[in-house]
């Protein structure tokens, strides 16, 4: 069962179900994050190692699809700030992200927000000029805000430049065009 079918049918459950049901899922989720020694041993029940010759069963697509997308997060995470590391209250930073100032992943089975380092100016802790101007951009490329953050902090210049390094360049235009024209090629 892949997460976004996870999460589709955990949404379908009455409401009075619902919360225990995330409560199980994120205690779960949060022990195999952790405890990669957990997430190989749940890796092997679901019989990722096939040979060549051997078809791939559906569920184990799903498996790896599966571990793919929390190693995804689990990157995003790492290369991200909390509501603590960044000495602002939760209330302020709602405040900015709801006026598309910030970007923020709400990481799976979680319910607090992390912030990716790369929106800030490292000498001051600033939000960077033009992140609203990304966020808009990014929103009409219909990215989400994961797939943000990994084309922010990807090597997409023909130099190896991250976006977000251009970004902290001041060079906001050409991120802005950059994350608008990243529609056009599916992600």
Not at 5 to 14: A, F, G, K, M, N
Not at 22 to 39: C, F, H, K, M, P
Not at 76 to 95: F, M
Not at 112 to 127: I, K, L, N
């Amino acid at each position: 069962m892949s997460l976004k079918t996870l999460e589709h049918e955990v949404s379908r459950l009455p409401e009075s179900d619902r919360r225990g049901a995330e409560d199980a899922i994120t205690t779960v989720g949060s022990a195999l994050i952790q405890d990669t020694a957990a997430l190989m041993d749940a890796a092997r029940l679901v019989g990722t190692e096939t040979t060549v010759d051997e078809p791939r069963s559906r569920a184990g697509q799903e498996a790896r699809n599966l571990r793919r997308v929390f190693a995804l997060w689990r990157r995003a995470a790492e290369e991200s700030l909390t509501t603590d590391d960044l000495g602002v209250s939760r209330q302020q930073l709602k405040h900015l992200r709801d006026a598309g100032k910030l970007v923020a992943l709400r990481l799976p089975l979680r319910r607090e927000f992390v912030y990716p380092a790369w929106q800030f100016d490292s000498a001051t802790g600033q939000p960077l000029a033009g992140i609203s101007e990304v966020l808009e951009a990014a929103e009409e490329a219909k990215l989400s805000p994961l797939g943000l953050h990994l084309l922010m902090v990807s090597s997409a210049g023909e130099d190896g430049t991250a976006p977000a390094d251009w970004l902290a360049a001041d060079k906001r235009d050409y991120v802005v065009d950059l994350v608008a024209a990243s529609n056009a090629h599916g992600s």
